[in-house]
């Protein structure tokens, strides 16, 4: 029985690595886009345009400027939206939704488009709580 047990197991693993199956997780970029450059749009905060760098360079991504660099990152025509989703009894907001959206697009040193503009969104629900001096700075 242990010998049919481990002959599953190897044939499961085998099946799942020949049908291309990887597990979740940050994908490579290919050596074709490296060295890359990040062009952050004016409208693009600070902080989110420090942060996108900071991750591709934790993925091992070559970074550089825009006259050495293979293909561009763009990210630009940021959004975003702020609305109250609760209110209290006395009619004051009591929980927000934030959304924030920004368009990317990856393109070649000769301006081809490698990645058609796409847009990423996302949205996160916070309390306000009017009696703590932290919540309202957050």
């Known amino acids: 029985m242990p010998r049919a047990a481990i002959l599953l197991c190897l044939f499961l693993g085998f099946a799942l690595a020949g049908?291309?199956?990887?597990?979740?997780?940050g994908s490579s970029v290919p050596e074709a886009v490296q060295p890359l450059a990040l062009k952050c749009g004016p409208e693009v905060p600070h902080q989110l345009c420090r942060e996108v760098e900071q991750q591709l360079a934790r993925g091992g991504v070559e970074l550089t400027g825009e006259t050495g660099a293979t293909a561009i990152l763009q990210?630009?025509?940021f959004r975003q939206k702020r609305r109250a989703t609760a209110v209290t009894a006395r009619a004051a907001a009591a929980e927000y939704r934030l959304r924030q959206s920004v368009e990317l697009q990856l393109i070649a040193a000769d301006q081809t488009p490698l990645i058609?503009?796409?847009?990423?969104n996302s949205a996160?629900?916070?309390?306000?709580?009017?009696t703590n001096v932290l919540a309202k700075q957050q």
């Open 75 to 77: 990210l630009g025509n």
């Open 116 to 120: 058609a503009t796409e847009r990423v």
């Open 19 to 25: 049908c291309g199956f990887q597990l979740r997780g």
């Open 124 to 130: 996160i629900t916070y309390r306000y709580d009017e």
